[in-house]
């Protein structure tokens, strides 16, 4: 009896159903750190985010939401055509493709578990971040290897598919509504991408400010074409304000277990200039010029 060939229907659902699988399981985990890094920050040196981590997200739930779907019809296919002819569960593509899934989730998993070891060692990741992000890498990868270890020996019934495809499907609904409650909604973060736009706007007008005083050795008392909801304010030979109106609190991440900088233009440990952190509704910035770093080209 000659071996059942695949046909270019079998291989492409094969795969499609794979990579699909890939897809799913990389998002599900990006989501799930970024809920633990907004929960449990890295220790890091101090960095304004202008949308928060909730703009992070935004891709990985778009891609949960259209591709498991997507993975869900695949494998119902697949099965399928299993059931309507039982002889292609010995399919070389069914092997080779399921072998390789193992192969790759194996030095992902391996991969993962190696940078969050590393992280939570070099002291970037606190405790409780370290087992949350050790212990959801192994949940997806020990779930991947399971239910495909399974498969292959043909031990996985229909009811089973339909169980595993349900908790999974619930899991990451959960997840993303999870991930909002945490991050954002869409509507916050259309908020503070409005925000994003005025902080960039007021770090140009700052960048106008230094480029004055440095070519003509004082900072200027106005601001020609001033945007309506911005404001600048000139308070002393080296120092000015600036001011605008935001929908929402910034949210950054702090600096932790790191000596503070020192010296006559450094404020709470960082360069004035440098922070852009921000409460919601009017918040002013005050700005200091420093002639070391920015020396006026006017020659006294």
Not at 34 to 63: C, D, H, M, R, W
Not at 76 to 104: C, D, G, M, Q
Not at 107 to 136: N, R
Not at 202 to 217: P, T
Request: aromatic share 12%; glycine share 6%.
């Amino acid at each position: 009896m000659e071996p059942t060939k695949a046909s270019a229907r079998d291989f492409f659902l094969h795969l499609g159903s794979i990579v699909a699988l890939y897809v799913v399981a990389g998002n599900f985990i990006n989501l799930l750190f970024k809920i633990i890094n907004q929960s449990f920050p890295e220790v890091l040196n101090y960095s304004y985010s202008y949308f928060g981590n909730g703009s992070q997200i935004s891709l990985s739930v778009a891609t949960l939401l259209i591709v498991f779907p997507i993975f869900v019809l695949l494998s119902w296919l697949v099965h399928k055509t299993y059931e309507n002819t039982p002889e292609k569960k010995s399919l070389a593509v069914r092997r080779w493709l399921t072998y390789i899934t193992l192969f790759v989730a194996g030095i992902l998993l391996a991969g993962d578990l190696v940078t969050i070891l590393y992280k939570f060692l070099d002291g970037q990741d606190l405790t409780a971040a370290f087992l949350l992000k050790a212990l959801t890498v192994l949940l997806v990868a020990g779930a991947v290897f399971g239910f495909y270890l399974q498969d292959i020996r043909d031990r996985v019934s229909a009811r089973s598919r339909k169980l595993w495809a349900t908790v999974v499907g619930v899991i990451i609904i959960i997840s993303i509504i999870l991930g909002f409650s945490v991050l954002g909604s869409p509507q916050t973060q259309r908020l503070l991408r409005y925000d994003n736009q005025k902080v960039m706007d007021l770090q140009n007008l700052q960048w106008q400010v230094i480029n004055y005083w440095q070519m003509n050795g004082s900072i200027p008392s106005t601001m020609p074409n001033m945007p309506l909801e911005m404001e600048y304010k000139k308070t002393g030979n080296m120092t000015f304000e600036l001011c605008a109106n935001f929908n929402r609190a910034s949210m950054m991440q702090p600096r932790i277990n790191s000596a503070p900088l020192e010296g006559p233009y450094y404020k709470g440990g960082m360069m004035p200039n440098d922070i852009w952190d921000h409460s919601m509704g009017q918040h002013c910035f005050e700005r200091t010029i420093d002639p070391i770093q920015y020396p006026t080209q006017v020659r006294g």
